[in-house]
């Protein structure tokens, strides 16, 4: 099958992404693409990706650092100024905190946000919407069982509903 999907990342969550389409639709329909130096710009190194794939349409970057944090901004703008191309980012969603203090937590993000990247099932909205139900239905029971709301929004199950509900728009 032909690739239909250019993911461009950088570091660990390249490997990681290689790991996660392995046995999946996307291993033969995604490219995963490192960059591993983003200053100066690899624009000429880009403009020959884009001529081998100049018949995808949906080129993304994805980072397992929040949307405001990593190089997310830095690649999008380039994208923009360079080559007159938008380019769609999968991330964290923003915060003020790289990490969200919970192991479970970030492997949950994690996985949600591979599966997100590369476009792979079970990442339906239908079943994210499910997930997320109940993480704010534990959040909620968390926050009703005597803890003070500061503690319950400070958990990171809070912050995951939190960040499920923003990937859904």
Known sequence: ADVTRVLLCSGKVGW??????????????????????LHPFPAASILNLMDRYAHVDQW????????NAGAWTW???RFREQFDRTLAGV??????????????????????GLEAALDIGPTSSERIRK????????????A??????????????????????????
């Open 16 to 37: 990681d992404l290689i790991a996660a389409r392995i046995d999946t639709a996307a291993e033969h329909t995604t490219a995963v693409i490192r960059i591993e130096q």
């Open 91 to 112: 991330s964290r969603p923003a915060n003020a905190a790289p990490a969200v203090g919970s192991a479970r937590v970030y492997r949950e993000e994690h996985r949600l």
């Open 75 to 77: 690649v999008s703008d």
């Open 131 to 142: 997930e997320q139900q109940e993480w704010v239905s534990t959040v909620r029971f968390r």
């Open 60 to 67: 993304v970057w994805a980072q397992e650092e929040p949307r």
């Open 144 to 169: 009703s069982a005597n803890l003070s709301p500061k503690f319950a929004l400070a958990g990171g199950c809070a912050q995951m509903a939190i960040g499920l509900t923003k990937m859904l728009r």
